[in-house]
């Protein structure tokens, strides 16, 4: 990271120093003014207390030297008193041949007073100027000619002054800011992003993981939401090395297991031929069933990379597929298989993806019913109904009912399992291939005890132009 100079600190210290020097900059325009006619105002009373008294001698004229006194004690070089519509020069050394410029005091406005206070300060130093103003509250004014070499001193060095204290009050200024920004906003930064940096090195590391920061403000709040983004993303990791492990398992288990069912799918073959009743009539339930086991070896790392494969649909009767279902799940007597789906339900899906689903949730709820440790017998019922497009599916059974943990974390991988032990990646795989097929799976809320899930299928759409040869059909 960089440096506090170098970083936010430095810029806020440097933009402090600016802005307040700027501040005072927009001050000492109209102090220098101020003080310019001030300093004009006292010699302007100077001159006419002086002017007041040698009026009071008319009408004897002052000496020479006594002039020449009175000019030097007021600063001035000439002093005219105006009076009763008339003016009378009361002092003068010489006589200026010009002026370089001329200031009236009765009435000045703030842009003028401003305007003539930089004038003086940059232009003047060894001009002569005019200034006139009112004597009290009378009519009378009083004129006056002088040089502003002191007046131009005097605003230098006021001018001086205010830039010192300016200066003085920025780095004061700048640095309380500087100080307090760093303690309340640039160290819990600087600690956020250290943090950052951190866990970026070795996010499974569970002590990279933010603490807790000090305080009620936007910072402490953005620490604590940051460290529980990390704390979940720790768990997202360990997931995903979990099913990284597994599935280098099932790659493994599933290169043996297609040899093994290579040799069992040959073996089939050839009970085909034998002539036995018996053998006739489970053989072909045989061949199907390691059929679709060699199937699913072909496809079993497809959750693995990312998705099932895309559905092959088509429509067929529901209830061929219900049977299959319950002849490979060979439930004991304890437990009844109860099918309601008539044999006009037809659904547009692909008959071996919907298979894995229906006998995922059955063999769940067989399993939750031979878990249960009741003395009842156990029902699990299939149903079906079409509403328009839709096939609507529900697998219902009267056993013990889902855990709410298992609620909480339905169709979450390893978080979703019933069973001790379970992975939970049934329901995750079954949802995967109902969202495949544009349709919904979900968990219904019954009165009475047990599990109910409902799947919705629609049909696929139709094109216009299918429709319209249908329909001439």
């Not at 006139?132 to 001086?160: C, F, K, N, W």
């Not at 288990?253 to 073959?269: E, K």
């Not at 855990?403 to 995750?428: D, H, I, Q, Y």
């Amino acid at each position: 990271m960089p440096s506090r100079l170098r970083g936010l600190s430095g810029k806020v210290l440097v933009l402090t120093m600016t802005f307040v020097l700027a501040a005072e900059v927009l001050i000492f325009a109209p102090s220098i003014a101020t003080m310019r006619l001030n300093w004009l105002r006292n010699n302007i009373n100077k001159a006419a207390a002086a002017s007041v008294v040698i009026d009071g001698l008319q009408p004897r004229t002052l000496p020479k030297e006594v002039q020449a006194d009175t000019l030097l004690a007021t600063g001035t070089k000439a002093i005219v008193l105006r009076k009763d519509g008339t003016s009378r020069l009361l002092a003068m050394t010489e006589m200026p041949q010009e002026v370089d410029g001329q200031y009236d005091l009765t009435d000045v406005s703030t842009l003028d007073a401003i305007r003539d206070a930089f004038e003086t300060l940059i232009f003047g130093g060894n001009r002569l100027i005019s200034v006139s103003g009112p004597i009290g509250d009378t009519q009378m004014q009083v004129e006056v000619v002088m040089s502003d070499a002191a007046l131009h001193r005097g605003l230098l060095a006021y001018a001086g002054r205010i830039a010192i204290v300016s200066l003085i009050i920025s780095v004061i200024t700048g640095l309380l800011l500087f100080v307090s920004l760093n303690r309340i906003l640039i160290n819990p930064m600087r600690r956020l992003t250290r943090n950052i940096q951190d866990f970026a090195e070795h996010p499974e590391d569970p002590s990279r993981v933010m603490g807790e920061m000090s305080g009620r403000d936007e910072l402490a709040f953005v620490a604590h939401h940051l460290a529980s983004m990390q704390e979940q993303l720790q768990k997202t990791l360990r997931q995903q090395k979990n099913l990284a492990d597994l599935g280098l398992a099932v790659s493994k288990i599933n290169h043996d297991m297609r040899n093994i069912l290579a040799s069992a799918q040959l073996m089939s073959d050839r009970l085909a031929d034998v002539e036995d009743p018996m053998v006739k009539s489970f053989a072909p339930k045989l061949v199907r069933t390691i059929d679709r086991a060699v199937g699913y070896t072909s496809e079993v790392l497809a959750y693995g990379q990312a998705s099932e494969a895309e559905p092959r649909r088509r429509r067929f009767a529901l209830v061929s597929l219900s049977q299959e279902v319950e002849d490979i799940l060979a439930l004991d007597t304890g437990i009844q298989f109860i099918c309601q789906i008539r044999p006009d339900i037809e659904i547009d899906a692909d008959s071996e993806q919907l298979f894995r689903v229906i006998h995922n949730l059955c063999r769940n709820a067989a399993q939750a019913l031979a878990g249960s440790g009741s003395d009842l017998p156990g029902r699990i019922i299939l149903s079906a109904h079409r509403v328009g497009s839709v096939v609507s599916i529900t697998v219902d059974d009267d056993g013990p009912g889902m855990p709410r943990k298992a609620r909480e974390n339905l169709f979450t991988a390893f978080r979703g399992s019933v069973r001790s032990g379970g992975t939970g990646l049934g329901l995750v795989i079954a949802r995967e291939i109902v969202l495949a097929h544009g349709g919904t799976i979900a968990l219904v809320e019954k009165p009475g005890p047990g599990t109910q899930f409902r799947i919705e299928i629609p049909d696929r759409p139709v094109s216009l132009d299918n429709f319209r040869l249908k329909s001439h059909l």
